[in-house]
């Protein structure tokens, strides 16, 4: 059988031994809880969450004492919108959003749209970006939140955040910044973009699923969010519930070591990335990069093979994890609606394939992911009336279609 | 979602892929779906004098289930008259290739492109293609409403 290449890393990423080591002991003998004010166990923990919060903080220049534990980035997300709209729905209620967030953002937003708060969800470009103008547009006296994620999980764009963070620091308005794709990957820094609030998630830096962070501005404005989940009052009243002692941990040794690796890595993923597509689009013809190659994460590679379906090409690298826009490939065989978001013709976002590159990845895995892809290409091509027809001279946006 | 061994093997080793002359008299072309489906199948027949379909050939974008059910597709009607390829049903297909619920509209499409290009090879008897030219662009046939995932 041939070895297994994982280039999934956007959805989610293997543990680093290195954080599973620093997790253990508190799975074994340190097991306290960190609320327990009393006795050894509880301090033991209670120390380290402490400590994980300031590695946390460190990722993106703030305090510790401006970081909560969640569940992961999705909880963060539900805080930053919700606990924003019930906590500020008295000024106002009107947010900003954009089109291509996670559902973890839009979701929470549509249940807000129920309650009479009104959504502007800002449209993009086709490389993915936001219009600063139309932004600045939509700003209106009753806003309350701009959220706006800092890189796609689809196709990997990088938002202009310092020049929104700027702009709503000038109107007075919250900036919450899902940076579950771009936190521990690119360089962030909460004071000079104008962050008031941002999520991250373990999982995503080869950290343990099941726990996140929300960052909470403490100064300059102070910012408070209404809880979500009550109980207890923990977490400086914004998140109650036993934390998660060995997740926060393991989040906290994930960062650090992200944090540390940043550069080197950031370089040595995006030569890895260039190689790819370079690679592929030598021997391929007639595909479509996705995103902005100038503003991107440096891992996050999202093609559109014209001709041919995504799914089959996924059945055709089949000991390559990635993953793809196509209808087949979700459960409500809709196509992805990021991809359409980007003005990516409807046949083409079926043949999209998203490649997320992770620190366990090398070179030699790349060349044969280009091999494995160009294979597969070809091989579907041969099989495509789609690739006949245009080699026919046949215009495809042109043929009628069964309408449905 | 993994794949039933007989979808695997249609996916690996396609049987009767590629394209037969389509102003040929004899042959009958079914083109069905559409891109934005992300479905879209060629299903092409050639007949003897006795109304038999003596080669069958296909091509398909689409995913892994809808390959082998149009690859499924050209094996079944070789050998077979056209009123008995008429009466080929996408159940059969679904059974066949043991597909699960989300993957019923392939078989669908399938049993389409098989009766388009049966309807392709009757239009034509019937003289409507007389002078035996292909057209400049292929006809697109609607596929049947379960075909498409999107209604």
Same mark, same amino acid.
């Given at each position: ?55 946390? @903080? ?70 993915? %970006? ?87 501005? %403490? ?121 359409? @978001? ?63 | ?16 892929? &590629? ?42 974008? &689409?995913? &892994? ?22 009466? /080929? ?28 290009? /049966? ?10 293609? &007389? ?21």
């Amino acid at each position: 059988m041939k070895p297994l290449i994982y280039l999934d890393n956007n959805a989610t990423t293997p543990l680093d031994p290195r954080v599973l080591e620093a997790m253990m002991p508190y799975f074994r003998e340190k097991f306290g809880n960190a609320a327990s004010r009393n006795h050894r166990f509880g301090w033991e923990a209670e120390q380290a969450v402490e400590n994980a919060r300031e590695q946390a @903080a460190a990722v993106i220049g703030a305090s510790g004492k401006e970081i909560i534990w969640t569940s992961g980035a999705t909880e963060s997300n539900n805080i930053a919108v919700k606990g924003t709209a019930h906590m500020y729905g008295e000024k106002g209620r009107h947010i900003i959003t954009q089109v291509t967030e996670h559902k973890a953002v839009i979701d929470p937003c549509k249940y807000l749209e129920q309650q009479g708060f009104e959504i502007t969800f800002l449209k993009v470009d086709k490389l993915g %970006r936001i219009n600063l103008d139309e932004l600045k547009a939509a700003m209106r006296d009753d806003t309350i939140l701009v959220s706006i994620m800092f890189a796609n999980n689809e196709f990997g764009t990088i938002q202009p955040i310092a020049e929104i963070g700027a702009m709503c620091k000038e109107r007075g308005v919250l900036f919450h910044t899902d940076a579950t794709q771009a936190f521990g990957k690119v360089p962030i820094d909460v004071e000079a973009m104008g962050i008031d609030m941002l999520s991250a998630s373990g999982h995503k830096i080869h950290g343990p699923k099941g726990v996140g962070m929300f960052y909470v501005r %403490r100064k300059k404005p102070r910012v408070r969010c209404e809880a979500v989940i009550h109980g207890g009052g923990h977490e400086r009243g914004m998140r109650s519930g036993t934390l998660n002692v060995p997740g926060i941990v393991g989040f906290g040794a994930a960062a650090e070591i992200a944090h540390r690796e940043i550069d080197r890595e950031a370089q040595r993923l995006a030569k890895l990335r260039d190689r790819l597509w370079n690679g592929i689009s030598e021997e391929v013809d007639d595909i479509y990069r996705n995103g902005d190659p100038e503003h991107a994460l440096p891992g996050t590679l999202n093609v559109s093979f014209a001709y041919v379906e995504g799914e089959s090409l996924m059945m055709g690298f089949n000991n390559i994890a990635v993953s793809s826009g196509s209808a087949c490939t979700s459960a409500s065989l809709e196509p992805s609606y990021v991809l359409k @978001a980007l003005g990516v013709g409807e046949e083409l976002a079926h043949s999209s394939i998203r490649f997320s590159l992770g620190r366990f990845n090398t070179a030699a895995e790349i060349e044969q992911t280009v091999a494995q892809v160009t294979e597969t290409t070809n091989k579907l091509r041969a099989m495509s009336p789609l690739a006949e027809m245009a080699a026919e001279g046949i215009d495809l946006k042109s043929v009628s279609w069964a309408s449905h | 979602m993994s794949y039933s061994d007989k979808v695997l093997d249609h996916y690996n080793k396609p049987r009767n892929i &590629g394209s037969l002359d389509r102003s040929d008299p004899s042959v009958g072309t079914g083109i069905v779906g559409a891109p934005e489906c992300g479905d879209v199948m060629k299903l092409q027949i050639k007949i003897d004098e006795n109304n038999r379909i003596v080669d069958a050939k296909f091509k398909t974008f &689409g995913c &892994g289930s809808a390959i082998a059910s149009s690859s499924l597709a050209t094996e079944w009607v070789k050998g077979k008259t056209l009123d008995e390829a008429m009466a /080929i049903k996408n159940t059969d297909i679904v059974r066949e290739l043991a597909l699960p619920p989300v993957k019923i509209h392939c078989s669908v499409l399938a049993e389409d492109a098989i009766r388009a290009a /049966i309807a392709d090879i009757q239009k034509k008897q019937n003289g409507d293609n &007389g002078d035996g030219q292909a057209s400049a662009a292929p006809t697109i046939t609607k596929a049947s409403a379960a075909a498409c995932p999107q209604q």
